[in-house]
């Protein structure tokens, strides 16, 4: 009975080829389709009739409360944005040649985000020619002049220009002219990175970015499975498998009560205390499988897979976790052998995994099985026996027996004319049905839904059109309560979650029929028109959350008592969702709005926490135990202080200094001598307070010899110049007649020749720190008095006498050297220097 073929399946064409038709929508029943081929059913001995392969008749669901309802607090989102479609999407007019046949819809916005990069990421992106052109650029606000206009280019503009440039739309309105020449002068040098290839992969990554929210192959199957524990006739009793946190790596076994009283609505509640496991990665899929009394449990992320094991007397219980070298893409658990799982990679390898023996690989396949589909992505899954498993890629399903690994192969399933395939049609997910039937198979594509018998393989037992937005990743199927019940078979989108029901029976006696047209389930999306309408932004942050991709699919019945079919949804945000059907219809609940209103105010209170800035706590800062502890000595001056609190609560003013009684002046600390200090951490501290902090650490690198060794250079120079200046002033003023001074040496003073021993004492001239005042009777003095000038002030040390002075006069002059004053008699005479080359 249960291994039974039907002794008539329903008249088909066969053919062989590549697929030939094209996705088109037939108008039928309801819109969704054509009852199909018919047969004649001669049960009743009376009288026959033709039986139509879709029979418009089925099974009645209609949902209880009319919307999903979360069914815990939400999940803690992640804090980095997601990042949407519309952002890497350009948007705007792209101009085509008319000899070019591409495809221009959906070109990716590179531009955008390449401009982005060099404005954000700046150091990066010109950080090495940015240093070594760091001394020909003057980041002033005055303009260059001189010679350093030869070497200097001033970029107050450009700094204005980049700072625009963030804030418009279009970077042309905001152009400028030393820009457009920068750009053509440094275009080709100034990048770290040639922009060319930068831009390149740039839009080869911004293109798999967009190719993953589209369609993330790597969450096909669904991280959201439910065991059920016991099931009574008012209570159903199981266990929720599902991801939690903010990187989804939170492994959760949650237990779920439903509580079905009569002429009310039945009630699901959640325990809030689960059993948590933390894995390293995000947890993409979950597979379950009950073998002998016992549940395994096998969890796959990227690089990693683990099982777990789960019985009715006992919590679950690690068992072993391995890792691959290459992104695993699927595994499932053996409903035959307990401890026993496949797992596939994106290299083309099989895996059987036992918890006893470890991995094995049992295939390996290079290349697609039936023609290029340019995918890594690899499927496999078990069948009726325990020993044959099915491959599967984007063109096909074969069967496969491992004890003679590639040599027993069979077709199951190809992408073809064999089964009415349209053009560009590919597999999306896999299922054995082994808990409706022994020998089925569901096999999901973007266009349709096929069930497949292994005994008769290469022929559709059953197809129909979903008509979904979004390819199917996920699919969950429900047994009828008997043999000729409805099977309940969902299917679940990922880009706009969309659930769709669809019912079938037979496979045994009778071959396969679809019951009633297919029924689209309300996702969470939909219930944004049942909502308190709130501000622009807080409506935006619970759009975005419900509007989430999907990330599993799950569902049980009950079959006591009053029968409802419960179905769970989960997002990439972590929040879990669900809705029940029954044979009735309700409206939407005030129960269903309760919790709606309460799981919007957490979502709306976890985003502004997230959000906010930080905020210092007031709480202890004017309590009465440090009041107390301050005032303890003036009991009067606490009262005094309190009420003048008080007052300014009262009248709502800020509170100040003025408004409290002076308490004394703090006694301020020691003055630190730096001297007392010697070691280098002080030293580097005392440097960094007084802003020296970089010339400390040039000299501690050695990087300043150079520049010590000129300043040493130029303070040897002018210490000769100050002794050369005392010598002259000491040994007299002389004067004598002779050609005038060159201009050399009236430029630089450290080349004045020395005087003659001919010399004569005259009157001295007075001299003051603002100039040099010649004297009418002693013209010769004025280039001695501009000598001892110099020595006066330290600035005039380096300066140079005036041009001016020099030619005031047309009298020739001559270098004399005196004393200011006369020397006494009691003191000796000293000897007087020669001067002279």
């Known amino acids: 009975m249960a291994n039974g073929f039907p002794s008539l399946l329903f008249p088909s064409y066969y053919s062989t080829g590549p697929p030939n038709g094209r996705a088109s929508c037939n108008t039928g029943v309801s819109g969704w389709g054509e009852y199909g081929q018919v047969r004649w059913d001669s049960s009743d001995c009376q009288q026959g009739e033709f039986v139509p392969l879709h029979c418009a008749k089925g099974e009645n669901w209609e949902p209880v409360e009319g919307i999903p309802i979360p069914l815990l607090p939400p999940n803690a989102a992640c804090r980095v944005p997601n990042v949407s479609i519309q952002e890497l999407t350009f948007h705007g007019s792209v101009k085509r040649l008319p000899e070019s046949n591409s495809n221009f819809s959906g070109i990716v916005n590179f531009t955008q985000q390449l401009g982005n990069f060099f404005l954000d990421h700046s150091k990066i992106a010109f950080g090495s020619m940015g240093r070594l052109l760091e001394e020909n650029f003057y980041m002033g606000n005055s303009k260059v002049t001189g010679k350093k206009r030869e070497t200097t280019i001033g970029i107050r503009s450009i700094s204005t220009f980049l700072q625009r440039v963030q804030y418009q739309d279009c970077p042309m309105s905001c152009s400028t002219f030393t820009a457009r020449q920068l750009s053509t002068l440094l275009g080709d040098l100034i990048y770290d990175i040639p922009p060319a290839l930068l831009a390149e992969n740039l839009c080869l990554e911004m293109k798999g970015q967009r190719n993953k929210l589209l369609f993330d192959e790597a969450a096909t199957g669904g991280a959201l499975q439910y065991i059920p524990v016991t099931d009574m006739d008012r209570t159903h009793e199981g266990w929720l498998l599902h991801p939690s946190g903010e990187a989804m790596n939170f492994l959760n076994f949650r237990k779920v009560v439903l509580h079905m009283e009569a002429n009310r609505t039945p009630q699901l509640n959640a325990k809030q205390k689960a059993e948590e496991f933390e894995l390293n990665g995000r947890i993409l899929q979950i597979s379950t499988s009950s073998v002998e009394e016992e549940v395994f449990v096998g969890v796959r992320s990227d690089y990693h897979c683990g099982v777990w094991r789960l019985s009715k007397a006992a919590n679950p219980t690690p068992l072993q976790v391995v890792q691959t070298t290459q992104p695993a893409t699927c595994i499932n658990v053996s409903p035959h052998m307990a401890g026993e799982l496949l797992v596939c990679s994106e290299s083309g390898a099989v895996y059987l995994w036992s918890v006893e023996t470890g991995l094995q690989r049992i295939h390996q396949e290079m290349d697609n099985l039936y023609f290029n589909a340019q995918s890594a992505w690899r499927w496999s899954d078990f069948t009726a026996h325990p020993r044959v498993i099915t491959y599967a890629d984007r063109t096909g399903l074969n069967l496969m027996d491992v004890r003679t690994p590639g040599v027993c192969s069979q077709t199951l399933f190809k992408i073809g004319e064999a089964a009415g395939c349209q053009k560009g049609e590919r597999v999306i997910l896999p299922k054995y049905l082994s808990d409706v039937h022994s020998y089925h198979h569901l096999i999901t594509t973007q266009y349709s839904t096929y069930v497949l018998d292994e005994r008769f393989p290469t022929v559709t037992m059953l197809k129909w059109n979903h008509m979904l937005q979004s390819p199917p990743m996920f699919a969950h199927v429900t047994p009828g309560a008997s043999w000729d019940r409805a099977n309940k078979v969902l299917l679940g989108s990922q880009r706009d979650q969309e659930v769709l029901l669809l019912q079938y029976k037979g496979g045994r006696q009778l071959p396969c029929q679809s019951l009633g047209p297919p029924r689209k389930l309300a996702s969470p999306p939909d219930t944004l028109g049942y909502l308190q309408v709130q501000v622009p932004h807080r409506q935006e942050v619970v759009r975005e959350r419900l509007h989430s991709p999907g990330a599993g699919l799950t569902a049980f019945s009950t079959c006591h008592g009053t029968e409802f079919l419960c179905v769970f949804q989960l997002s990439q945000a972590g929040d879990i969702f669900y809705q029940m059907l029954s044979a009735r219809r309700t409206g939407v609940s005030n129960i269903a709005l309760a919790r709606y209103k309460v799981w919007q105010k957490k979502v709306r209170w976890a985003y502004e926490v997230k959000m906010q800035h930080p905020v210092l706590s007031t709480t202890l800062m004017l309590s009465t ?122 430029s630089y003073p450290h080349l004045v020749p020395q005087p003659p021993p001919q010399v004569f004492v005259g009157k001295s001239s007075h001299i003051s720190a603002q100039g040099v005042h010649q004297t009418l009777d002693h013209p010769g003095e004025d280039f001695s008095a501009a000598l001892t000038s110099l020595q006066v002030t330290p600035q005039s040390q380096e300066s140079f006498i005036p041009s001016s002075q020099s030619s005031s006069r047309n009298i020739p002059r001559t270098p004399v050297s005196s004393s200011q004053r006369e020397p006494s008699a009691s003191q000796p005479r000293k000897k007087k220097p020669r001067m002279g080359f």
């Open 625 to 746: 135990k440090d009041f107390h502890e301050r005032f303890r000595g003036d009991p009067a001056l606490y009262l005094q202080a309190r009420e003048a609190m008080r007052t300014a609560m009262r009248e709502r003013k800020v509170l100040s200094s003025d408004m409290f009684p002076s308490l004394g002046s703090v006694p301020v600390p020691d003055p630190v001598d730096p001297a007392a200090w010697p070691d280098q951490l002080s030293k580097r501290l005392t440097a960094s307070w007084d802003g020296r902090w970089s010339d400390w650490w040039e000299e501690m690198l050695g990087m300043n010899v150079e520049s010590k060794v000129e300043a040493l250079r130029q303070k040897r120079k002018r210490q000769n110049l100050t002794s050369l200046i005392s010598a002259m002033s000491l040994g007299g003023r002389a004067l004598r007649k002779g050609p005038p001074l060159p201009a050399a040496w009236r």
